[in-house]
């Protein structure tokens, strides 16, 4: 299974074997990406159901605490009718609180398992700047390259602000321009140097290389945790 639906507990048969099985497939799909070291986009998947689930579960909760406890001697049939009604209605409950409680922790230890690989690979970069930097330093370049490799793969960046009604948070957008060969003749700030010549409009971009000491996935995991790695470097500066 390579996807799992966002509304995947409640859609179907609501049954728990059947849940567990659909649940347990997916999460073997993941841990099987994740022993290569391919984080995305099953790290982000897992987080969204991570946070999905623990929110149905207290919303569950919530609405379990606000049923009523006893029922009144006043109009005693229509409060019987709602008890029965309840009644059925929490054998539903109960089958999705034993999938909530298998599903939350079983996808609990996978998030652990991707977090502790991403970890890994932030501990593995390094980021540098290439010549002088500019003052605005919201786009430029950023060159990527593992130390295994002679390539150079160079994308365009831009600083991007999202405004959240709560809180504004940056983010990054990426667009691919070339790769050259490192070589004696061709470092990295030659590099930089066929950019300018290639892009006037920009006379001294800002240019970053970010450097793993291991190889990687590029697609699924250097380059998305570059990407959040390198904006938080580039506002610590």
Known sequence: MKKLSKEWITEGRIDYEY??????????????NFSKTRLY????????????????????????????????RV??????????????DDEYLEEIEKILDFA???????????REIYDLVEENMEIEPIGILPINKDFGYMLIKD?????????????????????????????????YEKSISTTFEHIKLKLIREDRSMPNPATFLVQSKMAFPLKETFLPVAKRYFVRYLFSL
């Open 41 to 72: 986009p099953f790290l982000s998947d897992l987080i969204e159901h991570y946070r999905n689930l623990k929110e149905l579960k207290e919303n569950k909760t919530r609405a379990k605490n606000e049923l009523p406890g006893t029922i009144s």
């Open 147 to 179: 130390e295994g490799s002679r390539e150079v793969k160079v994308y365009n960046y831009e600083i991007t602000l999202f405004n959240n009604p709560e809180t504004p948070y940056r983010g990054i957008r990426t667009r691919y321009v070339n790769s």
């Open 19 to 32: 849940k567990k099985y659909i649940l347990l497939a997916y999460l073997q799909h993941v841990s099987r």
């Open 75 to 88: 109009d005693l049939e229509h409060f019987r009718l709602e008890y029965e009604k309840l009644y059925a």
């Open 104 to 114: 939350i922790p079983s996808i609990n230890r996978s998030l652990q398992e991707g």
